[in-house]
């Protein structure tokens, strides 16, 4: 039986980069994919999203060329062309994929292919070939749930059900596209395909979308994308799918169909345990193996990163975690601080958040105070013909720590590691306010907002 220091399963973005770091800190590392090299977010979530949302957007600046001074002619000869968008996803995702193979094999990070099974917390079995180790690493992932309604799995299997997954590939652009869920999926997937034509329905069982977010970044969005043509439902009641269409009770108790050419169900992801449910691992009511800060689980050298812990399901997230493992593995002694990860959407425009929203503070009763610069207010917004938006950053009151930040903008997602730099450092808003910022830039608003935080605002 071949013997290893480190058995990673699962080649995501919290797999690879574990395997590969504790290759290079000498430790001889195993890594076992049965699918995608570079997990769901490089094969069919992250990236390939990104891609088409890029192209959805040259042909939306396109349509509204004329405000920026440029006489394109007849737009009615402008389309999507939907075939290229595809090819130029696939070679973007294709491009990746590869390079992460190939950075394993340069680190000499041994290759198996094929799905695991964990026998006990220091022996898996890949296709019938056992291997053993010192510290298994369990980075399995998640995937899409699935509404258990009357419809759904015969809606699925027949094509008209479908998950993000699907959602990236479809034959041609819909003309009418239903999405169950109002999370960060669900919107991107509605600003995506509202920018290529598709009449697109946002069905949401609560009172709002994106509903773990501050509220102010809600409210914006929700009435950018009403402004954007996107119907949003909310306090709906979903009944079942049927002959082609979902069958729900919306918000005043009526019974309504709505016909579609697609319905994508984006109500959140559930963690991947196969192979793993029998040996001690300590699981949760979520399906979620449970682990500690530093990534361990109840079982001694055995750790898990990624979807499948459920803490924060995102990619960045699983990459840190995989470091962190290594670390420990070494007598390091790391953790992850999750008060301190930013998320982001990649909506039109972007949103970017980390720490705390106002909502969740006034609930834990933690004063702090809070400063909102519109988007409008910034000259660089102004001329790239971009206004719409904000930043708002949380502080506490008496010595300026920084709590939270949240921003909406065209480039939020780049922005928002300013903000969780000086939080990972305890830097306070003084310390960003201090920091000269070129001009012009989006990121100005972040000074601007830090002294409206000192209470001498300047350009508002």
Known sequence: ????????????????VCAIKAAQE????????????GGVCLNVGCIPTKALLKSSKVYDIIQHADTYGIDIGDLG????????????????????????????????????????KAL??????????????????IATGSTSRM???????EGFKAGYVISSTEALKLPKIPKKLAV?????????FACLYRRLGTEVTILQGLDTILEILDKDVRDEMTKLLIKNKVKIETNVKIKEIKDKAVHYTNDKGEEVVLKTDYCLVSVGRKPIINGFENIGLNINERQSIVVDDGCRTNLPGVYAIG???????????????????????????????YNKIPACIYSYPEVAVVGKTEDELIKAKIPYKAFKFPIAANGKALADGETDGFV???????????????????????MISEITTCMEMEGTIYDLGRAITPHPTLSEMIMEAVHGLEGHAIHI
């Not at 039986?1 to 690879?16: C, N, R």
């Not at 509404?147 to 799995?153: D, H, M, N, Q, T």
């Not at 169950?180 to 991107?188: D, L, N, Q």
């Open 120 to 137: 006990d917390k220091n022996t898996i079995e890949v296709d019938g070939k056992k291997y053993s180790c010192d510290n298994l690493v």
């Open 1 to 16: 039986m071949d013997k290893f220091d480190v058995i990673v399963v699962g080649a995501g973005p919290g797999g690879y």
């Open 77 to 116: 000869k402008i389309a999507p062309n939907w075939e290229k968008m595809q090819d130029r996803k696939s070679k973007v995702v294709n491009k990746l994929t590869s390079g992460v193979e190939f950075l394993l094999k340069k680190n000499k990070v041994t290759i198996v292919k094929g799905t695991a």
């Open 307 to 337: 979807d499948v812990v459920g803490k924060a399901m995102l990619a960045h997230v699983a990459s840190v975690q995989g470091l962190i493992v290594v670390d420990n593995i070494k007598g390091r002694n790391q953790k992850i601080d």
């Open 392 to 414: 708002k950053i949380i502080c506490e009151p008496k010595y300026g720590e920084i709590l939270g930040a949240h921003m909406i903008c065209g480039t939020a997602t780049d």
């Open 147 to 153: 509404l258990p309604l009357p419809g759904f799995e």
């Open 180 to 188: 169950i869920g109002g999370g960060v999926i669900g919107v991107e």
């Open 26 to 37: 000498g430790l001889k590392t195993m890594i076992v994919e049965k699918e995608y090299y």
